[in-house]
């Protein structure tokens, strides 16, 4: 089925990135050249090369170290909570106001839809920043004892999948707790952390306070074991999670990870099927699955499984795949030409595995990392498409016939990020997430996400919790 409905183009314009040829780091206050290998950032849709960017190399991630304990010692940490909090203010509005140019930058780097940048990353970026500045003058009342202190320098690492949003998740709270940081962006999305850069010059953030080092895996690693970091906040891998956790063992430091995961999306003969057919197009499709929390393994009880999966085909066949910067996509391109070749590995190894490969008959552009939006069905456990992380627009149907049965398989996974519930009985609801070992479940929705909320995993999806008033202990002294 295709839509009836045609759409004229309506593009974004790229002008308003306001993309500069060059990019440099940003240590103690300045933009400097690193000592590091020049990148090329890529735009995906296009492949063509947005901007060159000066990277990192350990001389200057001990620069960036340096400039952090000096501020964090000799500024940022004697500040009152209230002066901290009107930084972050000031950074938030700064953001709201550059909204439409950090919008399109993203997705000019990232290869998101432009309506997903736009109504999605950037405002919540923003408010976190609002919301951890209402937290920086009242740490005494978040329930971690009278006067808790700062920890001092934190190194954190980010993925390509979130640039702004991921950086605002870490760098909000520790500043608001009066920690100073230094941040790597992912190598193949440095732009919108080096415009963000910007911003903190633009609000009149102290020297040092923020630092952005660009730079490949060697950099964030040699941020993690650096003797001067007090904290470390990864988000990516559970395979680079793994080796973080072996590096900071025994030095004191404390950690947070946010890695990886297969959610379990579970639907039971009750749910209302037209409501959960967009539940799961957003659990999956949303940033062409490039979310860690993606609701990446359908469970259908079996007794409603052929009608969903007519419905969720005729669903999926209208999404729109494409321009990113057109405000009419719903799915753009994929980040690289690396993650592009591991979807279709693993893509490749469902079908032969004997999983039933349905795709999306849409028209892929010729240039550009583009996947169609794939369903498998008749999907077993034992299946790597059900049991790996794809982080590509592809989802994997299995059924089940008892509740029981449902927590079961949801559970059979090493990871433990994510989960939903589809069914129209709140006693169910309630009962299912008491049995679901994930960090965050969803009823009758998906991927909702609020500053005032923990997010964070059990077991190989990480450990620690990221926003709201339990997410302020990883960057405090308690």
């Not at 980010?158 to 950086?167: A, G, K």
């Not at 379990?264 to 037209?274: E, G, K, Q, R, T």
């Not at 999983?355 to 990392?369: I, K, N």
């Not at 079961?408 to 709140?426: D, H, M, Q, R």
């Amino acid at each position: 089925m295709t839509s009836p409905w045609e759409y004229a183009p309506a593009p974004e314009s790229r002008e308003l990135a306001d993309l500069k040829p060059n990019y440099r780091m940003f240590v103690d206050g300045e933009f400097v050249d690193g000592g590091g290998q020049t990148i090329k950032t890529v735009n995906p849709a296009t492949e063509e090369t947005l901007a060159e960017v000066s990277s990192a190399d350990t001389g200057d991630v001990d620069r960036a170290v340096a400039a952090a304990r000096r501020a964090h010692d000799q500024v940022w940490s004697k500040l009152p909570g209230k002066e901290r909090a009107k930084h972050l203010f000031r950074i938030a509005r700064l953001i709201q106001e550059r909204s439409r140019e950090l919008a399109v930058l993203e997705t000019l780097d990232n290869g998101k839809p432009i309506k997903e940048s736009r109504d999605v990353d950037v405002p919540t970026a923003a408010a976190h920043f609002f919301h951890h500045a209402g937290w920086a003058d009242k740490l005494d009342h978040a329930g971690f004892g009278p006067n808790p202190k700062p920890l001092g320098v934190a190194g954190q690492v980010i993925p390509w999948n979130f640039p702004l949003l991921m950086l605002a998740w870490k760098i909000a709270p520790a500043l608001a707790c009066g920690n100073t940081v230094v941040l790597k962006p992912a190598e193949t999305t440095p732009l919108s952390a080096l415009v963000f850069a910007d911003l903190c010059h633009q609000a009149g953030l102290p020297a040092g306070v923020v630092n952005i080092v660009p730079g490949a895996g060697d950099i964030g690693a040699a941020l993690v074991a650096h003797s001067d970091v007090d904290k470390v906040a990864f988000t990516g891998s559970t395979e680079v999670g793994k080796q973080i956790q072996r590096t900071v063992a025994g030095t004191g430091k404390k950690l947070t990870l946010e890695l990886g995961g297969k959610a379990a999306n579970i639907v039971f003969d009750d749910a209302p099927l037209d409501q959960t057919v967009e539940g799961i197009v957003n659990g999956i499709f949303f940033n062409q699955g490039h979310v860690c929390c993606a609701g990446s393994r359908l469970l259908v009880q079996e007794t409603v499984a052929e009608e969903l999966l007519e419905k969720l085909r005729a669903r999926v066949s209208t999404l729109r795949v494409g321009d990113p910067l057109d405000k009419n996509t719903d799915v753009g391109a994929i980040n690289s030409a690396e993650q592009l070749s591991k979807i279709t590995e693993l893509v490749e190894g469902g079908s032969a595995e004997g999983a039933q490969r349905w795709s999306s008959p849409c028209e892929l552009p010729e240039r550009g990392f583009f996947f169609a939006p794939t369903v498998f069905s008749g999907v077993q456990q034992s299946m790597r498409i059900a049991r790996e992380e794809i982080f590509g627009p592809v989802l994997s149907v299995l059924t089940f016939r008892t509740p029981d049965e449902a927590i079961a398989k949801a559970n059979n996974t090493p990871y433990g990020l994510s989960a939903g519930i589809w069914t129209e009985k709140g006693s169910r609801i309630l009962w299912a997430a008491q049995k679901l070992r994930a960090g965050v479940v969803w009823a009758n929705t998906f991927n909702r996400f609020d500053p005032t909320a923990p997010f964070g995993g059990y077991r190989e999806s990480g450990f620690g919790r990221e926003g709201g008033r339990a997410g302020l202990e990883a960057y405090l002294d308690v």
